[in-house]
């Protein structure tokens, strides 16, 4: 592995083991039940990230007619001179050098880690736009007119309710689900008053949130 590979693996990884260890935490400090179910759930989704991330990590390994053990020391312990192709990583670049080909979501979210879990999630299937706040996430729209949009309710400058007003302005047919961390029945109701679509908690369940997108689109 080539230092520049070993570099963006790491990278690559720094998230999900980020992930892992903020929602065990979590689970440590929280008695409710459904609290901790819901944890255990993102930290089983990032767990199978990180375990793909290895397993592309050993599919870069040059083959050796050696035993496998003594391959796996030599490709750990040096670099292979003419490193083969990684058989996940071109995909994944071409899939990138092909946006059109994706989905284009927009993600208001002013947590990075909150942004960095969603983006883990869903950068395969879908092409991406960050937007850090409430106004940024209009220019945002209006310039790039995406598919769906995910609207974190408390930011900065200007908030979910007040974004999705500013949107609606401009589009009523753009699906817009809120992401949020309110449990109140008052603030459900709220969220589909202000034209959100639908609303997803937090911690993000990773499988309602793919059902819930693929709603829409």
Known sequence: MTKEQLEAFLKNIRTPLNM??????????????????????????????LQQLLKTLDNEQPSDPAPAPAASVQAVSQPAPVPPPAPAEPKKEMIRKEPGDRPTLLIAEDNENNYLLLQALLEDNYQLI????????????????????????????????????????????????????????????????????????????????????????
Do not use: C
């Open 20 to 49: 892992i260890l903020e929602y065990a935490r979590q689970i440590a400090e929280t008695d409710n039940g459904e609290t901790r179910r819901l944890y255990a759930g993102i930290i089983e989704t990032n767990s199978t990230l």
């Open 130 to 217: 960050h937007a850090w706040d409430g106004v940024e996430a209009v220019e945002l729209f209006k310039e790039h007119q995406p598919r769906l949009i995910l609207m974190d309710i408390s930011m900065p400058r200007m908030d979910g309710y007040e974004a999705t007003k500013e949107i609606r302005k401009v589009s009523d047919s753009v699906p817009i689900i809120a992401v949020t961390a309110y449990a109140f029945a008052s603030d459900r109701e709220r969220i589909m008053e202000i034209g959100f679509n639908s609303y997803i908690s937090k911690p993000i369940d990773s499988i309602k949130l793919e059902n819930e997108i693929l709603r829409f689109l």
